[in-house]
Each structure stands twice: as C-alpha cells, then as structure tokens.
C-alpha cells in the first residue's frame, strides 16, 4: 500500500519523472549504444587519429584513433557500476553505524562520533588522493571501497540524531522489554523506520560518488589504466579541449546529464517519501 | 559562551593532531620516494639512494613508527621535513600557503554571501520566473564538477580572446612578472577572474539551496509577520527578522561547505596553473613527497577545523539562544 502510494506520488512529481526518464535513457545509451556503434572501444583505427566527428566515428576520435562514441559509453558503464556500488556500501555503513551508535549510546556512541569528527577534518578527497598509488596494478573494485569507506561520514550523523529519537518509542520500548537484543531492534524497527532518509541518501550519494570518482580519475587518482571511466576520459580531453572540443565535450556532458538524472530523482523522492508533502 | 569555545578549540586541536599523524602514516606507507631514483640512468648507488631518503626521513628501511616520531618531532618544533629532493617544505609552504588562502578566502566569502543572498532574493519571489531561474540554475550547475565548469570556462575564454584578438581576460598564472605597480595589481586581478568564477559558482548555487529552504521555513512564521504588523517595513522585516533567523542553519553548513571548497580549489589552481597548496598536493603525490603530502594535509585540516570554528562563532553571534545556555 504504502509503496504504491510513493511511486504515485513519485510519478506525479515532475522533476522525478524527467530524472527516471534521462536516467533509464542514460543506462539504455550506456549498455545498448555500443552494440549500435560501429567500433568496439578497444579498437583502434589508424586511419583517424584525432578526426572530428563524422559518418564513420559518430563522436570522432582520440590521438590514439579510438571511437569516442565507444569509449565514452564503455567508460560510462564503469562510472555508472561505481556510482551504485559506493551508494550503497556507503549508505549501508552509514545506517549500521548511524543506528548503533544512537541506539547503544554510551562509550559505542562516543568514541563512534569521534571517529565522524576525525573522518570529517579530513576531506576524502584528499585521504583517498594519498592512499590512491597502492590502487595501480590493483581492481577498479579497491576505489569503490575506499570510496565508500571515506563517504558514510555525514548520512550517519543524521541517522544517530533520528535513532535517539526512535529509541524513546513505545513500540521500542516494548520490544526492548520483551528481552530482544538490540541488534534485532535496529534492523527490525530502527532501520525500516528510517528507511525513506536512507533511500534518498542512497539516491543521492550515486551521484556524489560518481562525482567523487571522476575527480580523483581526472588527477589519475581513480580508475587506472587500462580501465577508463568519463573521469579518465575528460581529463584525457580537457587539456586538448580548446583545439578537439570532440575529446571533452561528449564525455563531460554525459556525466553532468547522468548526476542531473540522479540528483532530479533524490529530489524528487525526497518530496515523494515526505508525509508532510501535500502532493 | 567563551568556556564553551575554549573547549571545542581544545577538541579541535587534538583532532587535528589525531588528522595529520593519520594523513602522515598514510602518505608514509602508501608512497616509494625510492622509486623515484630507480629509473634514473646510470643507477645510483643504493648507499647513496639510502644517504638520500635518510636525509629527507623517508627511507622505507627505517621501521615507519620511527620514521613517524622524528616526523612528528619536528611538525612540534614548526618544522615540517624536508621534500624528496632535499628542500624544505617549510620554504615551498611559505611560498603557496599564500595563493591557496587568497583563492580560499575569495571563494569563502563571495560564495557564501552571493549564495545566501540570491536564495534569500528567490525565496521572497517564490514561484516567480525569477526563483524558478534561480532554482534550475543552481541544481544544474551543482550537478557540474568543478573540473569541467574550469575547462569550459578556460574554451569560452580562449574562443573571446581570440575573437578579441587580444588577451582580454588571462587564463593561466597568477600575475604576469615584467609588470610592476598598478599594472601589476590589475594583472593580478585580471588572473582571479577565472579561478574565482570556478570556484564560486558551485559554492553560490549550494548556499541559494540551503538559504532558499530556510528562508521560506522562516517567512510563514508569526514573528515575521508581527513584524510587519507593527509597522516595520517589508525590507527590515525580512532582513533583521526573517534572513538574521534563517541564516542560522545555513551558518552550520558552513564547514561542510569549506570541505567541498578545498577540494574545488585542487582543480583550480591545477588547471589554472597557479601554485597553491592544492596543486602541490597532486604533484606530490606524482613524485612521492611523504613529508610534503602531509603538510597540505595538516593544512586542509586546520583549515576545515578552523571553518568549523567560525560557524559555531556565526551561530553563536545570530542566535541568542546559544549565547546564553
């Protein structure tokens, strides 16, 4: 009942609607596109280097005669894959750390807000910039954990401040009294009932952990070689971006379209899953 | 008030102890300043490749603790190490720890008021096509990386100087040195209009958002209209009652906001060529610099410590209530 009530009014939302609609095309261009195209991203033609876009290669082509049409979907794929698996890992931390820490309280609770405080002093910028040359020669997969690992910090604070307020309910109380262990408690009552606060937190830090991708690839402190993602392609385009607009242009739009789509849907379910919303 | 400030002072500063020894043990062990010899031709021997990173305190045979206390012994004393290349890192901090506050003061205060002040204007015109401009503008540009706001901006300009045939607004450096006096002063100002555009965009859209929220919270309210009612003008109302109250939250996004700043600063002063604190941190990282990666990063914390510092003090200044419990 109430999950059709929120896709109602998440349909009726106008920003969200326009966000799922670019979205799933987004994710149609970025799985479907490359078999419509007629090169393969790892193909290079050495008849082409650096030609603009024509009848042939759609997108043009680099300095080292690859398809920016293929490249730039392939690469997208892999932003897209980071984008969700940081989301969730992260918002998944920041709800079991968040919930214990206020539901516990005591010394868990401190030294837990301690460990946000420290994390916070910190952008994870810039700890994940240190850490990055240990992630040469290893899996694309180590930077979505360090991406999420250093990402949880703020969606946790909000998660303890809802959970203390949950902990005084009577219906936690109750299930306190009856001798459930507070481990049960917080996934079977404190979690579900934050449940709206993380889905919108998970929405929207897809889009902040593509952006966070992308920025430590554009130093080449992300994705390495021979993976690429819209990172690794626009700073691979930006510094020849005033005489092959071609390089930057395609990879830098379709990361702004897809953080847009993702950002217009976290909006808009944020309005969606408010009961105080009158829409 | 004051006791309390004392004592977040005094967290603040073990924090920022506990937040550099960790970027340092990190940098320390995540960094090989001895590859950087192994590929030059003919070999050094690896006696002299030692005698090197000894000098600096970042030879990977020295056991890391050790390696830690001698670092940390000297950051104590105001003297943080040396660079691989044996130069101090005092010097090279003194010579950008100045570029990089310009940006970030620059960026810190025109982000901040312009973002307050044209979501406080869009919530007093809700609805209207001017708020709704406001509006679209601000989610869209926060959906643009600061990267790409730099290199468009770097296009546009380089496509107006040429159609201009001269160098109408400069695009890389910080000051062009053959100038001297006011030349040189309007040189320099000519060099920030890009980093400033860059680096401000992102902050005014995320303020108009926070502010824009508040500001309408706060307009329904009964005191604003008591206000009004006793015959204050629309203006005072909504400036001394309405914006003073509404501004409180936005205070406490303040520090969150300066995180995003300094990491948007990096990118600027990158692509804009200017040799800030930022840019020594990437090409630090490029040539394993322990001692120096771990000076931005005590920098960034002080720098974030200190933004928390001054919105507990904004808040405390707009909000009685602070004051007096």
């Known amino acids: 009942m109430r999950n059709k009530v929120v896709l109602r009014r998440l349909l009726a939302n106008r920003q969200a609607r326009y966000g799922l609609i670019a979205l799933a095309l987004l994710v149609v261009l970025a799985y479907f596109g490359p078999y419509i195209g007629a090169h393969d991203w790892s193909e290079k033609d050495f008849l082409s280097f650096l030609s603009a876009p024509s009848a042939d290669h759609w997108w043009g082509t680099n300095q080292i005669g690859q398809d ?3 490249v730039t979907l392939h690469g997208m794929q892999k932003s897209i894959v980071i984008g969700l698996l940081v989301a969730v890992i992260s918002t998944g931390l920041a709800a079991l750390v968040g919930a214990s820490a206020g539901y516990f309280g005591g010394w868990l609770d401190r030294a837990m807000t301690w460990c946000v405080d420290l994390l916070l002093v910190l952008p994870s910028f810039l700890v994940v910039a ?3 040359p240990r992630l040469k020669n290893a899996s694309w997969l180590w930077l979505v954990v360090l991406l999420a690992v250093f990402g949880w910090m703020i969606t946790s604070r909000v998660v303890r401040s809802m959970t203390l307020s949950l902990r005084e309910r009577e219906y936690v109380l109750a299930a306190r009294y009856m001798g459930i262990p507070g481990w049960r408690i917080i996934l079977r009552h404190v979690l579900p009932n934050l449940s709206s606060l993380l889905i919108i937190d998970a929405t929207l830090n897809v889009s902040g952990a593509i952006l966070g991708e992308t920025s430590l690839s554009y130093f080449g402190f992300g994705v390495q070689p021979p993976d690429v993602s819209l990172g690794t392609l626009i700073a691979a385009g930006s510094d020849k971006a005033v005489v092959y607009p071609w390089l930057f242009f395609f990879p830098a739009g379709l990361l702004v379209l897809l ?11 944020r309005d969606a899953l408010d009961p105080g919303s009158t829409r | 008030m004051g006791k309390y400030l004392l004592r977040r002072f005094a967290v603040n500063l073990i924090l920022v102890a506990v937040a550099a020894s960790l970027a340092y043990l990190l940098a320390a062990s995540s960094l090989h300043p001895r590859a950087n010899f192994a590929g030059r031709n003919p070999a050094p021997a690896v006696e002299v490749v030692d005698a090197a990173l000894d000098d600096a305190n970042i030879n990977d045979k020295t056991p890391l603790l050790q390696r830690y206390g001698t670092w940390a012994a000297g950051v104590v004393h105001g003297d943080f190490g040396k660079t691989w290349e044996g130069g101090s890192v005092n010097d090279e901090m003194g010579r950008r720890i100045g570029v990089s506050l310009r940006l970030l003061f620059i960026g810190t205060v025109l982000g ?4 307050v002040m044209v979501g406080a204007w869009a919530a007093i015109r809700q609805y209207r096509v001017s708020d709704r401009v406001i509006g679209v503008s601000s989610f869209v540009i926060m959906a643009i990386p600061v990267f790409v706001v730099a290199t468009m901006l770097m296009i546009g300009v380089v496509g107006l100087n040429r159609a201009a045939g001269s160098t109408l607004i400069e695009y890389t450096g910080e000051y062009n040195p053959t100038l001297t006096g006011l030349d040189q002063l309007a040189n320099r100002l000519n060099h920030l209009i890009l980093p400033t555009i860059s680096l401000c965009l992102g902050q005014i859209a995320y303020y108009s958002r926070i502010q824009r929220n508040m500001m309408l919270d706060v307009l329904g309210q009964d005191f604003v209209r008591t206000a ?16 003073r109250t509404a501004l409180i939250p936005a205070a406490t996004y303040f520090a969150f906001a300066f995180g995003t700043l300094l990491t948007g600063a990096t990118f600027t002063e990158k692509i804009f060529g200017w040799h800030g604190m930022g840019a020594w941190l990437v090409d630090s990282i490029y040539t394993n610099d322990v001692n120096s990666v771990a000076a931005v990063n005590l920098f960034a914390a002080v720098c974030i410590l200190i933004a928390g510092f001054l919105s507990d003090v904004i808040v405390a200044a707009l909000d009685p209530r602070v004051r007096v419990s």
Do not use: C, E, P
């Open chain 1, 130 to 132: 240190v850490i990055s």
């Open chain 2, 112 to 115: 901040s008021a312009l973002g």
């Open chain 2, 228 to 243: 009004m009612a006793k015959g204050l003008r629309r203006r005072t109302a909504l400036f001394k009652h309405a914006l």
């Open chain 1, 68 to 70: 920016i049409y293929a």
């Open chain 1, 259 to 269: 953080v847009l789509s993702v950002n217009l849907i976290g909006d808009g379910l």
